[in-house]
C-alpha cells in the first residue's frame, strides 16, 4: 500500500491514487491549478514556480486546458511526480508551502469548456421515458440500441459546482390544447450524469475509434444536468430540446481516467451488436455509485455500471462524421438510472412524472423542484488500495425565476 505522508482525511474520498484536478483561489489571489489530496488542494502552480514540479507554462493559468492538451505522456509523468512528491518523506519540506487546506480555497470552473455534447446511454432511463410517453409500443426507439443518442448543447451553460440556479422561463404547453402560456418553469427536474472531458484534440479529417479513446480523454466530472421539463415537453417537436436544458452543473474536480483503473469493470451486453466503429479492445464500463440528495434526504443512488453505452463508444460516436474534437469538449453521459426505483436519476423517474409525489423530512412533498431546494450529486468508488475513492460532489441551490 502507497503510504502518503500527507495527514489523511478519513471521509475525504481523495487519497494519493486519486488526485483529481481542479482550479482553487485563495481570498484576494488569483486561480490556480491544483490537485486534492485529503482535504487539502496541492498548489501546483506554487510547485512548478519553485521547481519541485516540471511544466509552468501548464500550471500558470486558472484553466486547466493547457494541461489536458498536453497529452497522456505528460499526465502520467505529473502524476507520477506528484505520487513520488506526496508519499515520499524527504520531500515534505519542499512540498508543505504548496498544501492549503480545502476549506480556505474557492473552486472555480476546472476548464473551458468548447463543446458540450448530451448523450442517453442509460437504457433504463430511456426505457422508462418510453413507457411514460409512448404506451404500449416498444419503449426503445429503433435506433436507441444501434448508436449513442446524442445532441449539442451550449457551452456557455456550463458551470461550476455551487453556482446558483435560477428557475428559467419559456413557452409552456397550454391546457387542452390551448395556445402555449409564457411564464416560469414548474416542473423544474435535476439528472444524475457522468462526464468525460476531452485533453488532446483531433486532427481532421482523421476519425478517431475508441481505441483512441485513452489517449485524448483525460478524464471524469460529475454532473447535474438541470432541465425545465414543461418547456422540453412544449419545444422539443420536431427538432428536440433546447432551452429547457438551460443549465449544467459541474463537480470541481477532474479524476484522470488513470485514477480509475481498478472501476473498471464489462458493461452490458449489447443487442444487436454495434457496428465496428463503436467496437471496443478495452472494456471501460465503471463500476460508480451515484447519490442524489434534495435537502439533505438521500433520493436514490444510481448506478453506473449499468450504462449501455460506454465512455470510448461515446468518443468514438462524436467524431465519426470527420468533426473535430477540442481540448475542453465535455461528453456527458444522460441521466444515470437503474432499473430499480432507489435507483433512478431524475424526479421525472422518481415521482413517475408526478404520480408518487416524494415526502420530505418536513413533511412536504415533492413532485419536482421548488424555490430554495438544494440539490446535491456525487460519485465515489472503491479505490485501488482499499476505502472510497471520490469524484467529488456537484450542488446547486434554486433561485426563483427572473421577474
Known amino acids: 500500500m502507497t503510504k502518503c505522508w500527507v495527514k489523511a482525511s478519513d471521509d475525504s474520498g481523495f487519497p494519493v491514487r486519486n488526485l483529481p484536478f481542479g482550479v482553487f483561489s485563495r481570498r484576494g489571489e488569483f486561480p490556480r491549478v491544483g490537485v486534492a489530496i485529503s482535504d487539502q488542494v496541492l498548489d501546483l502552480g ?29 499526465w502520467q509523468e505529473v502524476r507520477e511526480r506528484l505520487i513520488h512528491l506526496l508519499t515520499e518523506p524527504s520531500c515534505r519540506p519542499a512540498v508543505m ?11 472555480h470552473l476546472p476548464f473551458h469548456v468548447a463543446d ?3 448523450f442517453q446511454s442509460s437504457i433504463e432511463h430511456e426505457t422508462n421515458l418510453g413507457r411514460m410517453f409512448r404506451p404500449p409500443g416498444d419503449p426503445l426507439p429503433r435506433n436507441w440500441p444501434r448508436m449513442p443518442i446524442g445532441q449539442y448543447g451550449r457551452a456557455s451553460s456550463v458551470v461550476v459546482s455551487g ?16 395556445d402555449p402560456v409564457f411564464g416560469p418553469s414548474t416542473q423544474l427536474d435535476l439528472s444524475a450524469e457522468i462526464g ?28 447535474n444536468s438541470w432541465r425545465a421539463q414543461d418547456i422540453i415537453a412544449w419545444e422539443s417537436t420536431p427538432l428536440g430540446p433546447f432551452l429547457g ?28 451488436p454495434p457496428p465496428p ?28 455500471a449499468t450504462q449501455y453505452w460506454t465512455g470510448p463508444q461515446l468518443f ?13 469538449d465535455l461528453l456527458t453521459s444522460g441521466p444515470v438510472s437503474g432499473s430499480a426505483r432507489s435507483q433512478f436519476g431524475t424526479l421525472l423517474e422518481l415521482t413517475w412524472n408526478g404520480r408518487d409525489p416524494l415526502g420530505m423530512p418536513d413533511g412536504t412533498e415533492r413532485v419536482f423542484l421548488e424555490d430554495g431546494d438544494v440539490v446535491r450529486v456525487t460519485a465515489s468508488t472503491s479505490g485501488p488500495e482499499g476505502g472510497q475513492l471520490s469524484l467529488g460532489e456537484v450542488t446547486g441551490v434554486v433561485r426563483p425565476a427572473v421577474r
Not at 434534495?294 to 448506478?303: A, F, H, K, V, Y
Not at 460516436?317 to 474534437?325: F, I, N
Open 46 to 74: 506554487l510547485l512548478a514556480e519553485t521547481g519541485v514540479l516540471k511544466g509552468s507554462h501548464w500550471f500558470a493559468s486558472g484553466t486547466l486546458n493547457a494541461f489536458l492538451s498536453a497529452g497522456p505522456r505528460i
Open 97 to 107: 508551502p504548496a498544501l492549503v487546506p480545502m476549506v480556505e480555497v474557492l473552486m
Open 116 to 118: 458540450l455534447i448530451r
Open 163 to 178: 453556482t446558483p440556479v435560477v428557475r428559467p422561463s419559456g413557452q409552456l404547453r397550454g391546457l387542452g390544447g390551448a
Open 196 to 223: 468525460y472531458v476531452v485533453g488532446v484534440p483531433s486532427t481532421p479529417p482523421h476519425v478517431l475509434g475508441t481505441q483512441a479513446f485513452e489517449d485524448h480523454v483525460f478524464g471524469v466530472v460529475v454532473v
Open 245 to 272: 436544458r438551460f443549465a449544467t452543473s459541474i463537480s470541481p474536480w477532474v479524476v484522470p481516467l488513470t485514477a480509475l483503473e481498478s472501476a473498471r469493470v464489462v458493461p452490458p451486453a449489447q443487442d444487436p
Open 277 to 304: 466503429y463503436l467496437l471496443a479492445r478495452r472494456q471501460w464500463g465503471l463500476n460508480l455509485t451515484l447519490r442524489v440528495e434534495l435537502n439533505g434526504r438521500l433520493l436514490s443512488e444510481p448506478p453506473f
Open 316 to 328: 468514438a460516436h462524436t467524431g465519426v462524421s470527420g468533426a473535430p474534437l477540442r481540448t475542453g
